[in-house]
């Protein structure tokens, strides 16, 4: 049965498409099979796959909210053992609609019941908030990676994050696990990037994940060609740290030993 990440933080802006895009592309370049669910209404992740949200006919949304079976709606990529769960702007309307349904904090958990058994890892795409939609994702997920981008007020919100987390683990899901908290788009010339990372691990130690993602112009030109970034430009610094998370995680989990990597096709 698959692994479920959910990629977190209520704060726009922090990296967490670009690292459930890019993560789940290694994943699968490591030749894990991979899906990704794009669970932010502003579909990002869909667009940033090469997938035009307005022409998706059918979204998470109907999985969630019209129980549609999950496995018609998925869309392969063009990007091998890479699979896509679309987002749609209707999205936005599912918090309300789903107020009354019965469950309704299960509703993606249910959904992807039938079809843990085809993928190795799904990691999700949350939305900026932690509305009905993110409570969903993390009741799905087995673990959760927090993105902090190495910027000012990083640490701003992830009190409340860590606290729904806590809610969650303690009434929905009390499997949740803490995958680890990722520095992302970090600068080595910048004195305040260097005090974020210092700052970061010195509060969260080993919650902190050894690989720390650069700032890097190829990961945020990558979704205008609807590509990861290891499509476009497989040696650059951003392909290469997504790279080293996805082994980094791999071998957390037991799935890679230390001095026996995977070949990458
Ligand atoms: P979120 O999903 O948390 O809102 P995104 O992944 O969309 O954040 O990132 C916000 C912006 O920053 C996007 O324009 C993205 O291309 C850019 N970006 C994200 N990570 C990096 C990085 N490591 N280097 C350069 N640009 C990045
Ligand atoms: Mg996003």
Same mark, same amino acid.
């Given at each position: 049965?698959?692994?479920? &990440?959910?990629?977190?933080?209520?704060?726009?802006?922090?990296?967490?498409?670009?690292?459930?895009?890019?993560?789940? $592309?290694?994943? $699968?370049?490591?030749?894990?099979?991979?899906?990704?669910?794009?669970?932010?209404?502003?579909?990002?992740?869909?667009?940033?796959?090469?997938?035009?949200?307005?022409?998706?006919?059918?979204?998470?949304?109907?999985?969630?909210?019209?129980?549609?079976?999950?496995?018609?709606?998925?869309?392969?990529?063009?990007?091998?053992?890479? *699979?896509? /769960?679309?987002?749609?702007? *209707?999205?936005?309307?599912?918090? &309300?609609?789903?107020?009354?349904? #019965?469950?309704?904090?299960?509703?993606?958990?249910?959904?992807?019941?039938?079809?843990?058994?085809?993928?190795?890892?799904?990691? +999700?795409?949350?939305?900026?908030?932690?509305?009905?939609?993110?409570?969903?994702?993390?009741? $799905? $997920?087995?673990?959760?990676? +927090?993105?902090?981008?190495?910027?000012?007020?990083?640490?701003?919100?992830?009190? #409340? /994050?860590?606290?729904?987390?806590?809610?969650?683990?303690?009434?929905?899901?009390?499997? /949740?696990?803490?995958?680890?908290?990722?520095?992302?788009?970090?600068?080595?010339?910048?004195?305040?990037?260097?005090?974020?990372?210092?700052?970061?691990?010195?509060?969260?130690?080993?919650?902190?994940?050894?690989?720390? &993602?650069?700032?890097?112009?190829? /990961?945020?030109?990558?979704?205008?060609?609807?590509?990861?970034?290891?499509?476009?430009?497989? *040696?650059?610094?951003?392909?290469?740290?997504?790279?080293?998370?996805?082994?980094?995680?791999?071998?957390?989990?037991?799935?890679?030993?230390? *001095?026996?990597?995977?070949?990458?096709?």
């Amino acid at each position: 049965m698959g692994k479920v &990440i959910a990629i977190a933080n209520q704060k726009g802006g922090v990296g967490k498409t670009t690292t459930a895009i890019n993560l789940a $592309a290694s994943l $699968a370049a490591l030749e894990f099979r991979t899906l990704i669910i794009d669970a932010d209404p502003q579909a990002n992740s869909t667009s940033g796959l090469g997938f035009n949200p307005k022409e998706i006919e059918y979204s998470i949304y109907e999985c969630m909210v019209e129980g549609i079976r999950t496995r018609d709606i998925i869309i392969q990529t063009d990007f091998p053992n890479l *699979d896509l /769960l679309p987002s749609h702007i *209707d999205l936005v309307g599912a918090e &309300i609609e789903m107020i009354n349904l #019965k469950n309704r904090e299960d509703r993606m958990k249910d959904s992807m019941d039938t079809i843990r058994d085809d993928y190795d890892f799904v990691i +999700i795409d949350c939305s900026p908030s932690l509305g009905l939609i993110t409570i969903n994702s993390l009741t $799905a $997920a087995d673990s959760v990676i +927090i993105p902090v981008q190495c910027e000012y007020f990083a640490l701003e919100g992830l009190g #409340k /994050l860590l606290n729904t987390i806590t809610i969650i683990q303690s009434r929905l899901n009390t499997n /949740l696990a803490i995958e680890g908290i990722l520095l992302t788009m970090y600068d080595l010339r910048l004195r305040l990037s260097n005090q974020v990372v210092n700052e970061v691990t010195t509060h969260f130690q080993s919650l902190v994940f050894d690989t720390i &993602i650069p700032r890097n112009v190829r /990961l945020s030109e990558s979704p205008s060609y609807g590509v990861p970034v290891l499509a476009q430009d497989a *040696d650059s610094k951003g392909a290469i740290s997504y790279l080293n998370l996805a082994r980094e995680i791999l071998t957390k989990n037991g799935l890679l030993s230390q *001095d026996h990597s995977v070949g990458v096709s």
